[in-house]
């Protein structure tokens, strides 16, 4: 295989060979069976090609023959680089027992998630960026089933913004006579802040060292001028990353609607759980990771996860538009049952609890205690809002796990179009 000048044909201008180890390596990442020594040769060859204007041509024709080509790409729904193939009409076809022949190995099937897979916290510390690898993979890793895929697994940015999100316990309403004023967007910054302290991008390294919650210093460039300096002191094995936490109204491709300031813009498209499937208006919360962008020669917004969230003044994740509206009619019920001396607290979880049962994400967890005798009730709130054969194999397997947990009362868009939520959640606490 070779390097070759882009959108040549690979015979008429010069061929950079790969080295034997360097093709090895590509071959088993692309085909999804290498370890993760080849996973990282690969990226970083593909990343190289980009930055030197290249292609990849195949070797499997005979000497002589216009070989097939690859092309460098970013793939971001599985936030990664890899090879496309280049196929019309006039351009040679790999042969078939090539193994450029099929479409590359993005993701595996165990990895992707479905409703019965466990939303778990992300491992290690909060850094979504890999340092490039010093070393080529020399030797082949697992032989493993090749389940290739284009679906995407939960993207590392998502689960460290919940991550975040759960350390200040934004995903917490609490009751109404816990709270000292009015709620605001300031308090909530201020708590991403405070957990933010807490919390390791990498050894010794403070997530708040590196985190903004306006967009004005990355447009005024202090972001960079701060991670510059920071990075001189970056732990060995730890790529230099900052983030940012922005109120997004809106995002369009991958520019990102900031209040009061110019919109953002990131290297890829910004990813989100509102899909054409599943429309989710804004506000957002969205987790931008700014890095080392070597197209750019230097440090630019990579990539960002925009969270969908109840309003500016309580970030709480929301799923879907459903699920924002029956939160809202629980908040409601939170206002009456406040005034008949019991408090109610609410919990919207971002990641999965246990059960003998299995693993399962209830949408609210509510608590009920009365002010007058300290009696305490607490209920599953289950926004049933999709309609298909799927959504309902799953709820048929995560509800019995729930109800391990506590009483659900699942709720319907009918429930909610007649405003009945709050009543029949008064009605299971007040029997």
Not at 419 to 431: C, E, P, T, Y
């Amino acid at each position: 295989m070779w390097l070759i000048d882009r959108h040549s044909d690979g015979l008429q201008t010069r061929r950079i060979p790969l080295p034997p180890p360097v093709r090895e390596a590509l071959v088993r990442w692309y085909e999804g069976e290498g370890d993760l020594h080849d996973e990282e040769a690969g990226i970083l060859l593909v990343q190289q090609a980009r930055i030197g204007e290249k292609w990849i041509a195949c070797d499997c024709l005979e000497e002589g023959e216009a070989p097939p080509i690859l092309t460098p790409a970013y793939l971001s729904e599985a936030e990664t680089y890899y090879l496309r193939r280049l196929t019309a009409a006039k351009r040679p076809d790999h042969r078939t027992d090539c193994p450029f022949f099929r479409d590359q190995a993005t993701n595996r099937i165990t990895e992707v998630r479905s409703p019965l897979n466990p939303t778990e916290p992300p491992a290690g510390f909060f850094e979504v960026l890999r340092p490039a690898p010093e070393n080529l993979a020399q030797k082949p890793g697992e032989d493993l089933t090749d389940d290739r895929t284009r679906n995407a697994s939960i993207p590392r940015l998502a689960r460290l913004l919940w991550r975040l999100i759960d350390a200040a316990g934004l995903n917490n309403c609490p009751p109404i006579s816990h709270r000292s004023g009015p709620l605001s967007i300031k308090d909530e910054f201020k708590a991403l802040g405070q957990a933010a302290a807490k919390i390791e991008i990498a050894p010794g390294m403070e997530l708040a060292r590196a985190l903004w919650s306006h967009a004005q210093p990355l447009h005024s460039k202090q972001v960079y001028a701060s991670l510059r300096r920071l990075s001189e002191k970056w732990p060995r094995g730890h790529a230099p990353q900052a983030f940012l936490t922005l109120f997004a109204p809106g995002y369009q491709g991958s520019s990102i609607e900031v209040p009061g300031c110019d919109p953002v813009l990131v290297a890829n498209r910004v990813q989100s759980p509102s899909v054409r499937t599943n429309v989710i208006k804004g506000p957002y919360l969205v987790l931008v990771v700014v890095g080392e962008y070597p197209e750019s020669r230097g440090f630019a917004p990579l990539r960002a996860y925009a969270q969908p969230i109840y309003s500016g003044q309580r970030f709480v994740p929301v799923d879907s538009e459903f699920e924002r509206l029956v939160l809202r009619q629980i908040l409601e019920a939170q206002h009456r049952l406040h005034g008949m001396n019991i408090d109610l607290a609410i919990e919207k979880p971002v990641f999965d609890r246990l059960t003998d049962f299995g693993a399962c994400r209830p949408d609210f967890m509510i608590e009920a205690r009365s002010r007058e005798t300290g009696e305490i009730r607490q209920l599953i709130v289950e926004a049933m809002g999709f309609d298909d054969d799927v959504y309902r194999a799953a709820k048929a397997v995560t509800l019995p796990r729930m109800r391990q947990i506590a009483p659900v009362l699942p709720v319907t868009p009918r429930d909610a179009d007649n405003r009945r939520i709050g009543s029949m959640l008064m009605d299971m606490i007040l029997a």
